[in-house]
């Protein structure tokens, strides 16, 4: 996910962007991302504030609906009906546990 906001943030005008190593887990075991953003008062600082908190805000929405979690699958449907141009691809739960169990052979 960091890649994805990394790219996400330069696309929508971010001052600056970081993708980097490390993140407190040791070196080479993770990657993570930031971006800054000046905020002049301008229109456009506005506009850009507005799309940057919304993407970087709906990536980790949708990364946690993806790990199952009911609540952010729940704000992310909400979040694409109120957001037309927002698409998430969203998680199928396994219906049935033994077919999950057989194919993990657990």
């Not at 980790?60 to 691809?89: F, H, P």
Request: net charge neutral; aromatic share 8%; charged share 20%.
């Amino acid at each position: 996910m960091a890649v994805q906001n990394f790219v996400g943030g330069a696309f929508r005008g971010a001052t600056w962007v970081a993708l980097h190593n490390g993140g407190g887990v040791g070196w080479g075991e993770v990657i993570n991302g930031g971006f800054g953003l000046v905020l002049d008062g301008t229109q456009e600082a506005e506009q850009k504030a507005k799309m940057m908190l919304s993407w970087d805000v709906s990536n980790g929405v949708a990364r946690r609906c993806w790990s199952g979690n009911r609540k952010a699958y729940e704000i992310i449907c909400q979040t694409m009906q109120e957001d037309r141009g927002l698409v998430v691809t969203l998680p199928h739960e396994v219906a049935d546990q033994r077919v999950l169990q057989r194919a993990l052979r657990l």
